[in-house]
């Protein structure tokens, strides 16, 4: 008996300690925060793509890890959620953009996820929902008779969006966009980028720090985003 009142007195505090443990982790899930996202992406008619050096070759924007976004009335309880319209809250900003001949919207969706750091946080595809970036590769022979592998890309708006919520909330936008009707005034020093038959591949690469609660606005000479980050708990 002694014996055993031994063990069970080494035994009770890794016990106790173990459920302290897993309350804690109980209640740091419970506690949580989640935010709801809400981005208006669009091309600006105005943009000045002669000013610019725009590749001529799609690469894709590749993150390590994608959160999966289930629509807003999915029974999983997934931690990325796709907002309802009647929750978006820049409806009408994305109207005046779209009435007007110097803008067009190509995105406007939200979605709510919790407060994740740097390390953990997974990027959400661009359009939302869609896979992760798998560009296929199709093999075409060259003019010395060898194999070469090429990526080819719809036409259309891809990437991610990555929201981090540290001290700060920053926005990791990496964005493409490839328009065929866009038009490119040649120059001289363009040539080597774009042949004749190809289009630009306008990329979107930036890093905001922003507000809750607050419209940001991410500038580019041709994609602009608006973009809004609210506590859901609120």
Same mark, same amino acid.
């Given at each position: 008996?002694h014996?055993?009142?031994t063990?069970?007195? /080494?035994?009770?505090p890794?016990l106790?300690?173990?459920?302290?443990?897993?309350? @804690?982790?109980a209640?740091?899930?419970? %506690? =949580?925060?989640?935010?709801?996202? =809400?981005?208006? !992406?669009?091309? *600006?008619?105005?943009g000045?793509l002669?000013?610019?050096?725009?590749?001529?070759v799609?690469?894709?924007?590749?993150?390590? &890890?994608y959160?999966?976004?289930v629509?807003?009335?999915?029974?999983t /309880?997934?931690?990325?959620?796709?907002?309802a319209?009647?929750?978006?809250?820049l409806g009408?900003?994305?109207r005046r953009?779209?009435?007007s001949d110097?803008?067009?919207v190509l995105?406007?969706?939200?979605?709510q *996820?919790?407060?994740l750091?740097? #390390?953990? #946080?997974?990027a959400?595809?661009?359009?939302l @929902?869609?896979?992760?970036?798998?560009?296929?590769l199709?093999?075409? /022979?060259? =003019?010395?008779?060898?194999?070469?592998?090429?990526?080819?890309?719809?036409?259309?708006?891809?990437?991610?969006?990555r929201? !981090?919520?540290?001290r700060h909330?920053?926005?990791?936008?990496?964005?493409?966009?490839?328009?065929?009707?866009?038009?490119v *005034?040649?120059?001289?020093?363009?040539l080597?980028?774009?042949?004749?038959d190809? &289009?630009?591949? !306008?990329?979107? %690469?930036?890093? /905001?720090?922003?507000?809750s @609660? =607050?419209?940001?606005?991410l500038?580019?000479?041709?994609?602009g985003?608006l973009?809004r980050?609210?506590?859901?708990?609120?």
């Amino acid at each position: 008996m002694h014996n055993r009142g031994t063990l069970m007195g /080494r035994l009770v505090p890794h016990l106790l300690a173990a459920v302290a443990l897993a309350g @804690g982790v109980a209640m740091a899930q419970a %506690n =949580e925060r989640l935010y709801d996202v =809400e981005v208006v !992406i669009f091309s *600006q008619q105005h943009g000045d793509l002669v000013e610019e050096r725009w590749p001529s070759v799609w690469e894709p924007a590749v993150f390590s &890890s994608y959160a999966e976004v289930v629509p807003e009335d999915s029974p999983t /309880r997934e931690r990325f959620r796709q907002l309802a319209r009647d929750q978006l809250r820049l409806g009408e900003a994305a109207r005046r953009l779209d009435d007007s001949d110097r803008y067009s919207v190509l995105l406007h969706a939200g979605w709510q *996820q919790p407060g994740l750091e740097r #390390a953990s #946080a997974p990027a959400v595809t661009v359009p939302l @929902g869609s896979p992760p970036p798998a560009p296929a590769l199709e093999t075409e /022979r060259g =003019e010395d008779n060898g194999i070469r592998a090429t990526l080819h890309a719809e036409p259309g708006l891809s990437g991610y969006l990555r929201v !981090i919520v540290e001290r700060h909330i920053h926005l990791e936008a990496n964005l493409r966009l490839l328009d065929p009707s866009l038009e490119v *005034q040649r120059r001289q020093d363009h040539l080597p980028l774009l042949r004749a038959d190809s &289009s630009p591949v !306008i990329v979107m %690469n930036q890093f /905001r720090q922003m507000r809750s @609660g =607050e419209l940001h606005y991410l500038d580019h000479s041709i994609l602009g985003i608006l973009v809004r980050v609210d506590r859901a708990d609120r």
